[in-house]
């Protein structure tokens, strides 16, 4: 995959990140955010956790949520109540 990566053709800084990075951890692709608490109003609460939409119109049928360190803090995060509580939603 590696060589086909440096292979491919792409138009600009953002292409080259998209196509290496994991859409997640590409801030300019996340469209929500889950934390404990924020400063704007938030489009739903789960349990403690509360999601906020951060770029793109409402109705934008794709989300890329990111959660902050309060919520998932490392791969064993997605295991804390804030995130179970999130998940559980069945949003």
């Not at 590409?26 to 349990?47: C, D, I, N, Q």
């Amino acid at each position: 995959m590696a060589i086909a990566r440096l292979q491919e053709n792409t138009r600009g800084y953002e292409d080259r990140q998209a196509l290496i990075g994991k859409m997640g951890h590409l801030a300019w692709m996340r469209t929500h955010e889950l934390s404990l608490h924020g400063p704007s109003e938030p489009v739903g609460e789960f349990g403690s956790a509360q999601l906020r939409r951060i770029r793109f119109s409402e109705h934008n049928p794709f989300w890329v949520a990111g959660a902050t360190p309060d919520v998932v803090n490392g791969h064993n995060g997605i295991l804390q109540q804030p995130f179970i509580d999130f998940v559980q939603s069945g949003l």
